[in-house]
């Protein structure tokens, strides 16, 4: 799927992925339909964008590297041009 999103790129209405999704069927199309439909996902996902986006990640794939104290990153976060985001990234799952 995520090949098929990357060469789609100008092409990712709700229609268009679950179109892809009929072309893999490893993703069981109807499972794959019924939780985009419902948006099951919908506010977890919105929720990780946010905190990223807060944290200068404004794509991906992003890489940290990072020396970490139990689920806090120990030490500043170096953002876009180097800068430090007030924020210390925090692991969820």
Same mark, same amino acid.
């Not at 709700?14 to 179109?19: A, F, N, V, Y």
């Given at each position: 799927?995520?090949?098929l999103l990357?060469a789609?790129?100008?092409? /990712?209405k709700?229609?268009?992925? /679950? @179109?892809y999704?009929?072309?893999? $069927? =490893?993703?069981? %199309?109807? *499972?794959f339909?019924?939780?985009m #439909?419902t948006?099951?996902?919908?506010?977890? +996902? =919105?929720?990780?964008?946010?905190r990223? #986006? &807060?944290? @200068? +990640?404004s @794509? *991906? %794939? !992003?890489? /940290?590297?990072?020396?970490t #104290? @139990?689920?806090?990153?120990? &030490? $500043?976060?170096?953002g %876009?041009? #180097? !800068?430090? %985001?007030?924020n210390?990234?925090?692991? *969820?799952?």
């Open positions: 799927m995520r090949a990357i789609n790129a100008d092409h /990712l709700l229609e268009d992925i /679950l @179109g999704a009929k072309l893999i $069927p =490893q993703l069981m %199309p109807d *499972t339909n019924a939780c #439909n948006k099951k996902y919908a506010d977890s +996902v =919105q929720e990780a964008a946010k990223a #986006n &807060g944290e @200068g +990640v @794509g *991906t %794939p !992003t890489l /940290l590297i990072a020396k #104290n @139990g689920n806090v990153v120990d &030490g $500043p976060v170096l %876009p041009n #180097n !800068t430090a %985001p007030e210390r990234l925090r692991h *969820t799952s």
